[in-house]
Structures are given as structure tokens and as C-alpha cells.
């Protein structure tokens, strides 16, 4: 049996730590069910539960979402619309998502897996400088090659 100022009071019967805690117009509340014997507690278990749910909000505020931001290629993509594409992949990763980074391939052009593969490489070594590959590119369905870029 614990008290409500956390001083240990000894072993006694339930019925008796029950008249404790209504005495203190608290609860009894049982903290250790499998100690022998079983520990409990006086204390104000509405207000302990307050507490608990202010850590976890306060917990929560605290913790960093990442984001995934996508970029999508083809095999055949212009000069500037790489620019402009890889200049996006930029933005994203200075502001501290990860980049999904897949090229699709349409028609015939599955046949050409490794040009996509370069499109990928071109793409991994102009953002050098900010990111680093997290995910190798690997084929993800039939027509997508993925890769996933994150901050350095």
C-alpha cells in the first residue's frame, strides 16, 4: 500500500485500504496486479488521468510528421521539364520532406527499363549536393520505377 504523498504504508487487507482512501476522499487504485502481493495506491484517479492525457497532447505537438512529396519523370523527359521537376525535388527536400521519385512508363517504352534507370541516376546526382538515396530504384507494378531521395 502507497499513500498519497508516495510514502510506503505496509501490507494490509483491501477493506481496510478502502477506508484509508475514502477517509482521504480519494481512490484506491491498484498499481501492480501481479506483485505479491498486489500494490496500490491512494490517489485522486481522475486527475491522474488529466495528467496522462496532457503528456500524451504535449507528446504529440512535440513529434515531427514526415511528408512524402512526389515527383513523377518519363523516360523520354524533356531538358526543362527535368530542370523544372528537379528544381521541385529541391524545394521539397529544404523543406524537410522526403521525395518519391518514379518514372512511368507508357506503351512500349516498359521494353527500355534502363533508360528509365538513367532518368533515375541523372536525377539522384543533380540533388547530390541536398539529398541522399534512401531507396534504391526498383521496379514497384508494372509500369513504375521508384526511388526514394531524403535529406542529407
Not at 62 to 70: D, E, L
Not at 84 to 103: C, H
Amino acid at each position: 500500500m502507497i499513500g498519497d504523498d508516495g510514502s510506503q504504508i505496509g501490507i494490509m487487507p483491501p477493506d481496510q485500504a478502502l477506508a484509508l482512501a475514502e477517509q482521504a476522499s480519494l481512490d484506491l487504485v491498484e498499481v501492480a496486479p501481479d506483485g505479491k502481493p498486489p500494490v496500490c495506491r491512494i490517489m485522486d484517479f481522475g486527475k491522474y488521468i488529466y495528467e496522462l492525457r496532457r503528456k500524451e497532447r504535449s507528446a504529440r505537438k512535440k513529434q515531427h510528421v514526415v511528408r512524402i512529396k512526389g515527383v513523377r519523370l518519363t523516360p523520354n523527359i524533356d531538358a526543362h521539364d527535368f530542370d523544372f521537376k528537379n528544381q521541385d525535388a529541391r524545394r521539397f527536400l529544404e523543406q524537410g520532406s522526403k521525395v518519391r521519385v518514379w518514372v512511368q512508363f507508357k506503351g512500349r517504352s516498359i521494353t527500355h527499363r534502363e533508360i528509365g534507370q538513367e532518368v533515375l541516376t541523372k536525377f539522384a546526382e543533380q540533388l547530390s549536393d541536398v539529398a541522399k538515396i534512401e531507396v534504391m530504384p526498383k521496379m514497384e507494378g508494372p509500369r513504375n520505377l521508384v526511388m526514394l531521395l531524403t535529406k542529407k
